[in-house]
């Protein structure tokens, strides 16, 4: 065994030799070690004997001390491992002392790797505040591109993660890279790392479930708050698990916890972020979501500027349970077993609905054959059935022009047999002139009486109906029967007055030679006269009662003629009565039309969201599938890849390896499958338009 001293003297020496190399031009074996020289001359002066002889010692005595006396152990990792103990403690820690791996690392150096741009893109945000990393192309720099590329060949599954970038970091500031690639090969396959890093991060999702449900059961009343500001635990502590702490607290304090971390696993990473909810628990309940970013980002790494020990006691006074941790790690197993039978499910759903569209796409071009089909034959059936009917209209035209001819022939015997009657039909003529003089005169009288019977329609046009014009005419005749009555009456008036005249002329010449006459005479005369004057008076009397019966007549009439006129207001408000009953029906018969319309388009809006959802379903299908094939395109491309590095390993030809598929028409495939079936739904669409 070499005395510590020593040890660490010759360490130092092979650092400042390393670096030596490395500004000579060399980019390979170059010493990351941050301490120089003169630095670690510097810094030995301010060690305590007593920690260097208990450390040596530990160095010395490595294997009994971790099985005789490891809680000892690990109570001295709690305090702090000294600085310049650390690259030989860390690597005695993880076992990574010795590794066959180290001799394939100047090897690896040699190859390219697929995640070189994205290697060198965040190189540059890796410590961007350290002196060791912040200059570009810097020593740094470049020993930090080498372990990252070398560790991206090794372990093709996980390739290249960002959050490794700081871990490997902190390694080159206190190793030499080829022992930094050593110790994290070791953390990626024993400390739980590779599964945190892996493209499906589930060894990250069951540390969120297991920190959530720490901090349900100790913390409630802040886990209850970030349920109620929707703050997600990955939110926050996502970082703390995938770089242990490196980029969320200052450097020593994340140095200390990651000398935990090297003896203990992951646990100390549960511990310490339960300790600083706890710590800041008061002030995080009256923040929201983004106060509480902006506190975990800029108040909480302040809080730790004087020193890791106060958080360090924090965290081992919060209660850890290992059985309890086991348990919800198989709850969540579980939990997400039963997702993946979903998404299994889902999956076959998505399948079974695929092929029922194809099914479906099939069919529709099946009944679009047998539309076609169809039409032909309807085309065939009309044709057939035009050709039958020209052929009986050409039957008919040659029966018609044989008639015709019949005809002419008929006419030409006719006029054969007319000509000895000329004279006749010239009398014919004549008389034919004049009653078609009669008929034009008889025409020109029916056009008068058609001029007068359409003056009397349009007078009769304000009537309702043929009904209303037969009582008229009925009150017509009733009122020139009593107008020929009374003309009647009138006439015999007449004829009396005239009688009466003559009696009194006749009076008038007896009363003028009453005078001359005897006394007996003049008594016959004076009874004449009273005669005369009782006529006169009856006639009077017979006028008077004419005129009376006359104005009756007259106010019958006018009342027979009120009474037609509320007959007929009577039978008009029934009708509009009866029209407003059919309007009534013929408004509720459109009212169930609307609404029946109104379904019909909420069942159509129905179906194109449903039919929406499937082509959304369909995409996300194909995204899927997309991401499955390129997927399978980088796995191809890896094998690819490790083919040729085994030939170039094996000074064989890497051609005999698997060579990267021809994809892309698959690729092109599942578009054009896609831009069809939104051809077809569009289709759909302007139809269950157009029918609406």
Not at 281 to 295: R, W
Not at 504 to 516: E, I, P, V
Not at 549 to 575: F, G, K, P, V
Request: aromatic share 6%; charged share 30%.
């Amino acid at each position: 065994m070499i005395c510590p001293i020593f040890y660490f003297l010759y360490r130092l020496l092979e650092t400042d030799s390393k670096s030596l190399r490395s500004m000579n031009g060399s980019r390979r074996n170059s010493g990351s070690s941050l301490v120089s020289s003169s630095s670690a001359s510097s810094n030995l002066s301010h060690l305590e004997e007593d920690s260097w002889i208990l450390w040596g010692r530990i160095v010395n005595e490595w294997e009994e001390v971790r099985k005789k006396k490891e809680k000892q152990l690990k109570d001295l990792v709690r305090k702090g491992i000294p600085h310049h103990f650390r690259a030989i403690v860390w690597q005695l820690l993880c076992n990574a002392q010795n590794m066959p791996i180290k001799d394939q690392y100047s090897e690896l150096l040699k190859m390219t790797s697929p995640c070189e741009k994205l290697i060198r893109r965040d190189i540059a945000r890796t410590y961007p505040e350290h002196e060791f990393f912040k200059e570009k192309d810097s020593l740094g720099q470049e020993v930090l591109f080498n372990v990252m590329k070398a560790y991206s060949l090794v372990d093709r599954e996980v390739g290249y993660c960002q959050g490794s970038a700081f871990i490997v970091g902190l390694l080159l500031m206190q190793m030499p890279e080829e022992e930094a690639f050593c110790v994290f090969v070791k953390l990626m396959q024993d400390y739980r790392l590779r599964e945190l890093f892996k493209p499906s991060m589930a060894e990250l999702g069951l540390c969120m479930y297991q920190f959530e449900c720490m901090i349900q059961e100790q913390l409630p009343e802040l886990h209850m708050h970030f349920q109620a500001q929707s703050f997600h635990t990955s939110m926050y502590a996502s970082s703390w698990f995938l770089t242990i702490f490196l980029t969320s607290f200052p450097l020593p304090v994340a140095t200390r916890i990651f000398d935990i971390f090297m003896c203990e696993g992951l646990e100390i990473v549960f511990r310490v972020g339960l300790a600083i909810l706890q710590m800041n628990q008061t002030e995080l309940i009256q923040l929201d979501m983004e106060g509480m970013l902006q506190h975990f980002q800029k108040v909480i790494p302040h809080q730790l500027d004087s020193g890791p020990d106060k958080v360090i006691q924090a965290a081992y006074q919060v209660k850890y349970n290992a059985k309890k941790m086991k348990k919800l790690e198989k709850e969540y197993t579980t939990i997400k077993t039963k997702e993946m039978e979903e998404q299994v499910e889902i999956k076959r759903l998505r399948t079974e609905n695929r092929l029922l569209k194809q099914r479906i796409d099939t069919l529709e071009k099946v009944s679009a054959t047998m539309f076609g089909q169809v039409t032909r034959a309807q085309e065939a059936e009309e044709n057939y059935l035009v050709k039958r009917e020209l052929a009986t209209v050409k039957q008919q035209s040659e029966e018609a022009s044989a008639q015709l001819e019949q005809a002419k022939k008929t006419i030409s015997q006719l006029q054969q047999q007319q000509q000895p009657q000329a004279e006749s039909v010239l009398q014919l003529e004549r008389e034919l002139v004049q009653a078609r003089l009669k008929e034009a005169e008889s025409q020109c009288a029916l056009k008068e009486m058609q001029d007068k019977i359409l003056d009397m329609e349009k007078r009769n046009t304000s009537l309702p109906d043929d009904t209303n014009v037969a009582r008229l005419q009925e009150e017509l005749i009733g009122v020139k029967l009593r107008e020929a009555e009374a003309l009647t009456g009138l006439k015999e008036l007449r004829q009396q007055v005239r009688d009466l005249e003559e009696h009194w002329q006749r009076h008038l010449a007896r009363t003028a030679s009453r005078w001359k006459d005897s006394p007996k005479k003049n008594t016959l005369s004076e009874l004449q006269d009273e005669l005369m004057s009782v006529r006169l008076r009856e006639a009077e009397a017979q006028a008077e009662l004419r005129e009376t019966r006359q104005r009756m007549l007259e106010l019958e009439t006018q009342n027979q003629i009120h009474s037609n006129q509320l007959r007929r207001a009577e039978q008009e408000s029934r009708c509009l009565q009866e029209r407003m009953q059919t309007l009534t029906v013929q408004n509720k018969d459109l009212h169930v039309q609307l609404q029946e319309i109104k379904r019909r388009q909420a069942e159509i809006e129905c179906k194109s969201k449903e039919e929406v959802m499937a082509v959304r379903l369909r995409e996300a299908d194909n995204i899927a599938a997309m991401a499955e094939l390129q997927q399978q395109i980088s796995e191809l491309e890896i094998q690819r890849e490790e083919g040729k590095v085994q030939g170039q390993l094996n000074h064989t030809d890497s051609s005999q390896y698997i060579p990267l598929l021809p994809l892309h028409p698959l690729i092109y495939c599942l578009f054009y499958s896609d831009f069809v079936v939104l051809l077809i739904f569009d289709l759909f669409q302007h139809i269950s338009q157009h029918s609406l």
